[in-house]
């Protein structure tokens, strides 16, 4: 479930470009007042940190994310057990293991770490597809107004009572059980290969992405709605300008800000929702590592082994943080009315 | 009390005391002697021992037995999962009852029975029913006898049993397990498909209101032990017919065991009441535990409650073992004890590489089994290299057959694949493997586990997959993947129920591996009459052989245990069926 | 107002419909039926079960069969029986006449209850458990959200927004087993399982025994690993809304007309900065209600949530409809009621 923050208005000077200090570009304004926020500065650290340690993942994990050693399973490195005491009992120490190892002995700092590509490529994916789809169908209903627009948010109103998840699940329940009842060669086929081919993960982003552009159609109508009226655009249309230039040149690019924001903040939902997918069993194919999967492994030993639950859910925790507080600075920093110029 | 012995002993050192103080009779009157009498008052001390009085209050007993969700059904007709099963063994017994650790066959609602053999290959067993039993129910505040309008008791009859077996094979009532009695039962089938309209020519009939009489198809040793099956249960027509599908509702709901149904919250709780009025005999005692309360909680949960005390018997997660092993207290509480069931990898031998039967052997013989069992379900499961889990009548035990079948033997699995690659000109890159299994964290570590011994061993790169649950089930019957998992559990406590049903030709899988053997399949419709236990375990094990090596249908990986925890005050006995006897459990606090 | 209100419910009922529809047509898209077991049942077992429940009937037909027992009341001067059949949500009589009106049908699973059962003992729950786990949101959300928005990137905006984010980041699966150790096990303070209250309910959704600590014990440590869930998102949407508002120019007025801080934010800037968390409410709401999986099932709760999850893996058709009817409504009423209370806390808007 998306959350949309509200709608910000950007004012305009004559001649259409938006008034900023200094002649700078709107988008280096931001860029700066991004850059004096401390959290966001934090959090866009991180975020770049994870990026590079999902790309470098074999170089950052040295040790495998796959293979089982299962003389190894479940031991801890001293420092686990300092920290939660109460596996001291019976926990076997093994200090070549970061933060210990799975069920099967495989190194979880390793699959940590490779998790990361995972929730990064929902975090990227989810929000692109949400965008393309969304944008497009909002700005179209939102530029035409009227009958078209009345229809279009009807429609979106309509999937927007169906609960998503449940979406989610009958989705791949479909796809994932055709691959043996499917003929070769139909389209449903070729969206199954693809499913495997991206491990399993092809239909959670398409899940996600079909289910969370409703909310960006409707951001997007309402940020075209309140831009549309401005004389500028009147301006354009006297000019003789056509509507998709219109639409392209002039408005599209004046809402994204608020847009890109609110997708950023929809993110650590994004990757919550693979989560849980992952946890019911409709997540990525085994062995391949998400943080839902260790996650939901994690949860069954979590009186016993805490530290296999403990450290997915923190890194998640982290990433989420991160997602957040980038996306309050990008909002705050292209929020005109923060700026005290006006 | 203290008081009265305290006077009386009072007084009787009083009376001592007078005594002492009778007047002494005349003395000789040379010297005159002044006895002074001095009474002593002596306090007594009794130790008065005051008999404890017995503990007053039912004793009650809190089960984690039941699982998560509620239960399906208690209608003996219907029920076909363990849940419901366990319940309805305490509400409805069959004719005869199953010991829960021996499986010997004891009397149940039968006293006696009779077999007589028939010329035309029948059998038909002749029941002779206890004539004590009533019907009962629980009416909101206690359990009481069920009267018909006249106001008479209602006591449990043959005409019930009838009623009971024939109702179950009505095709309208839809039963799931009614394909068990279909197979064994006399003139069962066309009934059950619907090809004839009445339940006439099925062979049950109430010979007289106790005397119950059942052909079946073939003079099987397991005949008996289906007889006993909760599908073959005494219903109450005249509920049923008033209520329909809903008289097994709590206020609705009518049994005759050890146990009423007092209070069932769906999805929530069931508790059971003694039923007061049940006779108890020597298989099926009176219940010496009053209320039995059992939750219907998910593993996790239900470990979390017996932790805080609030259970008396939970199953141990797997994952918390190992911390259970190491705590003092848990490590005494655990009891690991066999259940029943199989679990293995079939093969659809009509897919690439599996269909050689050397592949599917190497697949077998690299299965360190033990490992798994030591390292991945830690539950004390016991290795299976063949189908028939030991225990059930007929079925081989490692004891006797220590080399049966297919076990961990990285040799022998090298050399029967190199045999086959050889042989096609192929390398261990060229094998296209999947190994599917449905969608659960506990199967999923299994097969990745698996998976990598099969790499180690013969270096073969196997592929996962899973599917979520009722798609996978249609996917093993319509075109199985090369290998996929599944597990098997008993209905009844025969061999019978598990190589033939499942594997014999038209068994439930044999779509699954479209393969068949027919030298097998005379084995086991010989070992099926054969009433000498060790006789049949030689049949038995030669028919396994078969399945497990010549024709290598399926890997066999383990004999289910069940893990689980009990509080030292409860008394109690481990079935292996699945079922547990509450009747026979007592509470010592 | 009155002609807003209808139009609304017009348009809520051509979203059923269209809801139902997709709902339908998905679920019988899916492989695999609700009778397909470990053990396959024979040939004429399966026809049975399919006669009887009339899934050999084309699809239109058995759509609109259910649609027709949903919406078209049954009247009839016989008291109904407690039989499957008769069975509805609705059963009353006016009169001598019995009237029988939303049969959502029986569920597959369970042989001997019906999808009206399931929501009449299993629904209260998940109301029951949505209130408190929203009250909980509220009430940690909205002063950390206050907080954080007043006091914009300062270390109260960081830790307020800390905390939230750890709410909705720890997943109930992690969080309730470590309430239920502390808590339940370690501590004993709370029972580690269970529901405080059982059916019948009164009026619907209460408790028959009353809201008594024994009924709310059950419920703290559920609607505690829910509520920080919701708090989080409140609290963020409540920060960022009174950033807004307090941007206005309004606002700026107030303050330059001299009133104090107090008076601006309490009166002013706070009842207009709740627009938009009302707006969310009303979705937060639905989900709550109809219940989360791994709540139940991690404290043991009979509520709805499983169903949403189990009658697909059960294809079990009538729960799917009824599960998923029950959410479309949930939420197209909530959003009514939103909407309305939208008047109240702005006059601005209005109805059109």
């Known amino acids: 479930m998306t959350v949309s923050d509200g709608q910000g208005e950007l004012k305009f000077g004559a001649g259409g470009k938006p008034i900023t200090a200094k002649g700078e570009s709107l988008w280096a304004d931001a860029m700066r007042r991004l850059l004096r926020n401390k959290a966001a500065v934090v959090g866009g650290s991180i975020v770049i940190l994870l990026f590079l340690a999902a790309i470098f993942a074999p170089v950052v994990a040295i040790k495998s994310f796959e293979e089982q050693v299962l003389k190894d399973q479940n031991t801890v490195p001293e420092w686990i057990i300092s920290v939660f005491p109460s596996i001291e009992p019976y926990a076997r120490i093994n200090n070549d293991y970061p933060f210990g190892a799975d069920y099967v002995g495989r190194d979880l700092f390793s699959r940590i770490v490779y998790g990361a590509r995972i929730s990064l490529s929902v975090a990227l994916i989810g929000p692109i597809i949400s965008m393309i789809i969304g944008v497009i169908y909002g700005s179209i209903s939102g530029f035409f107004g009227g009958r078209v627009d009345n229809v279009m948010m009807r429609i979106v109103d309509i999937l927007y009572a169906f609960p998503s998840l449940l979406f989610i699940i009958l989705l791949m329940a479909f796809f994932r059980s055709t691959l043996t009842v499917i003929e070769e060669g139909t389209f449903a086929w070729y969206m199954a290969e693809l499913d495997e081919a991206l491990g399993g993960m092809f239909f959670i982003f398409v899940g996600i992405g079909l289910t969370a552009w409703q909310t960006m159609a409707r951001l997007t109508r309402g940020q075209v709605l309140s831009v549309r009226e401005k004389e500028f655009i009147e301006a354009a249309h006297t000019i003789g300008a056509s509507n998709i230039r219109i639409m392209f040149k002039h408005i599209l690019p004046n809402i994204m800000g608020p847009l890109i924001v609110a997708e950023t903040l929809a993110i650590p939902g994004y990757i919550s929702t693979e989560a849980f997918l992952s946890f019911i069993g409709l997540g990525v194919n085994p062995p391949t590592p998400s943080w839902g999967t260790l996650i939901s492994d994690g949860s069954g030993v979590i009186r016993t082994y805490p530290s296999q639950a403990i450290f997915p859910a923190l890194a998640l925790a982290i990433t989420m943080f991160a997602f957040n507080f980038l996306g309050d600075g990008l909002r705050d920093a292209l929020d005109p009315r923060l700026r005290g110029t006006q | 009390m203290r008081k009265l012995f305290v006077t009386l002993s009072l007084l009787i050192a009083l009376s001592m005391v007078f005594a002492a103080c009778a007047p002494q009779p005349a003395a000789e009157p040379e010297t005159i002697t002044v006895v002074e009498t001095q009474i002593v008052e002596v306090e007594k001390v009794v130790e008065v021992e005051v008999e404890p009085e017995a503990p007053v209050g039912p004793k009650i007993a809190r089960l984690g037995l039941l699982g998560p969700g509620d239960i399906p059904t208690l209608d003996p007709a219907l029920a076909s999962d363990t849940s419901s099963v366990q319940i309805i063994m305490e509400t409805h017994p069959g004719l005869i009852r199953q010991h829960e650790e021996t499986n010997a066959i004891d009397p149940g609602m039968a006293e006696s029975w009779d077999v007589v053999n028939n010329d035309d290959g029948t059998a038909t067993y002749t029941f002779n029913l206890r004539q004590d039993v009533p019907w009962v129910r629980y009416d909101g505040f206690e359990v009481v006898q069920v009267t018909d309008e006249e106001g008479n008791v209602r006591m449990v009859n043959a005409n019930d049993f009838e009623y009971g077996i024939k109702r179950m094979l009505d095709p309208a009532t839809a039963s799931d397990y009614a394909y068990v009695s279909v197979f064994a039962l006399a003139g069962s089938g066309p009934f059950n498909a619907g090809e004839v309209e009445t339940a006439d020519d099925v062979m049950v009939k109430a010979v007289d209101d106790f005397t119950l009489e059942i052909t079946f198809n073939d003079a099987a040793v397991y005949n008996i032990a289906i007889a006993g099956m909760w599908i073959h249960s005494a219903t109450p027509q005249w509920i049923i017919e008033e209520r329909g599908d809903r008289w097994t509702e709590p206020g609705f709901h009518q049994g005759y065991g050890p146990y009423a149904v007092k209070e069932w919250v769906h999805d929530s709780y069931i508790v059971l009441t003694e039923n007061p009025f049940w006779p108890g005999t020597d298989s099926i005692p009176k219940p010496k535990i009053q209320e039995v309360y059992l939750p219907f909680l998910d593993a996790i949960p239900a470990f979390a409650e017996y932790e805080a005390g609030n259970l008396d018997l939970a199953a141990v997660p797997l994952d918390d073992l190992d911390r259970v092993k190491a705590d003092p207290v848990l490590s005494e509480e655990l009891n690991i004890n066999p259940v029943q069931c199989t679990y293995y990898y079939g093969f659809n031998t009509l897919k690439e590489h599996v269909s050689d039967v050397r592949v599917r052997r190497a697949l077998s013989y690299a299965v360190d089994r033990q490992s798994l069992i030591d390292n991945v379900t830690k539950g004390g499961q016991e290795p299976a290299q063949w189908f028939s889990r030991p225990g059930l009548f007929g079925a081989p035990t490692a004891e006797k057959y220590p080399d049966l079948g297919i076990g961990y033997d990285p040799e022998a699995a090298t050399a029967e694949l190199q045999s086959y690659l050889d042989e096609n000109g192929l390398t261990v890159a060229d094998l296209d493997l999947t190994l599917m299994f449905n969608t659960s964290s506990g199967h999923q570590k299994i097969a990745e586990a698996i998976q990598q011994m099969w790499k180690d061993v013969l270096g073969v790169d196997v592929k996962l997959s899973n599917q979520e649950w009722k798609v996978y089930l249609v996917t093993i019957q319509e075109d199985a993947p090369q290998i996929w998992r599944l597990g098997w559990c008993s209905d009844y406590a025969h061999a019978n129920n598990f190589i033939k049903e499942v594997f014999g030709s038209g068994g439930h899988e044999a779509s699954a591996t479209n393969i068949e053997s027919e030298e097998m399949d005379a084995i086991l419709a010989q070992a099926a009459m054969e009433s000498d236990p060790d006789k049949a375990m030689e049949l038995y094990a030669q028919a396994e052989q078969i399945m497990i090596y010549d024709i290598a249908e399926i890997i066999p990986i383990y004999f289910y245990t069940g893990v689980g925890v009990t509080k030292p005050y409860v008394d109690r006995t481990f079935g292996v069926g699945g079922q547990q006897y509450l009747e026979k459990w007592d509470i010592t606090k | ?352």
Do not use: C
């Open chain 3, 1 to 352: 107002m009155g002609r807003y209100i209808a139009r609304r419910l017009l348009y809520m009922i051509a979203v059923l419909l269209v809801v139902s529809i997709i709902t339908f047509g998905l679920m019988h898209a899916v492989p695999g039926g609700p009778f397909d077991k470990e053990k396959p049942l024979p040939e004429e077992i399966l026809a049975n079960l399919n006669a009887k429940y009339n899934l050999d009937a084309p699809l239109w037909k058995q759509y609109i069969l259910y649609m027709y027992d949903v919406t078209i009341p049954q009247f009839s001067t016989q008291e109904p029986t407690s039989a499957l059949a008769d069975d509805a949500l609705l059963i009353f009589n006016v009169g001598s006449v019995w009237v029988r009106w939303m049969n959502f049908g029986p569920s597959y699973a369970s042989r001997s209850r019906t999808v009206n059962d399931i929501f009449r003992d299993q629904l209260p729950v998940s109301f029951q458990l949505g209130v408190m786990a929203l009250l909980v949101g509220l009430l940690i959300g909205m002063p950390l959200g206050v907080l954080a928005g007043l006091k914009q990137n300062t270390i109260f905006d960081y830790f307020g927004m800390g905390i939230a984010i750890i709410g909705v980041s720890v997943p109930v699966i992690v969080a309730g087993p470590l309430l239920i150790w502390i808590f339940g096990v370690a501590l004993k303070w709370l029972p580690p399982t269970g529901w405080g209250a059982k059916p019948p309910y009164l009026l619907g959704f209460l408790p028959e025994t009353g809201l008594t600590w024994e009924f709310f014990k059950y419920a703290i440590m559920p609607s505690v690993a829910l509520g920080t869930g919701t708090s989080a998102v409140i609290a963020r949407l409540t920060r960022a809304s009174l950033l807004q508002t307090t941007r206005e120019d309004y606002i700026r007025t107030a303050r330059s007309k001299g009133l104090s801080e107090r008076v601006v934010i309490g009166r002013h800037a706070l009842k207009n900065s709740l627009i938009p968390v009302v707006t969310i409410l009303g979705p937060l709401f639905a989900a709550l209600v109809t219940g989360t999986f791994v709540t139940e099932l991690v404290f043991g709760i009979p509520g709805m949530g499983k169903y949403f999850v189990t009658s697909i893996t059960n294809r079990d058709y009538p729960v799917i409809m009824g599960t998923i009817l029950l959410y479309a409504i949930f939420l197209v009423v909530a959003n009514l009621v939103v909407d309305l209370t939208y008047a109240f806390l702005d006059p601005r808007i209005r109805f059109d």
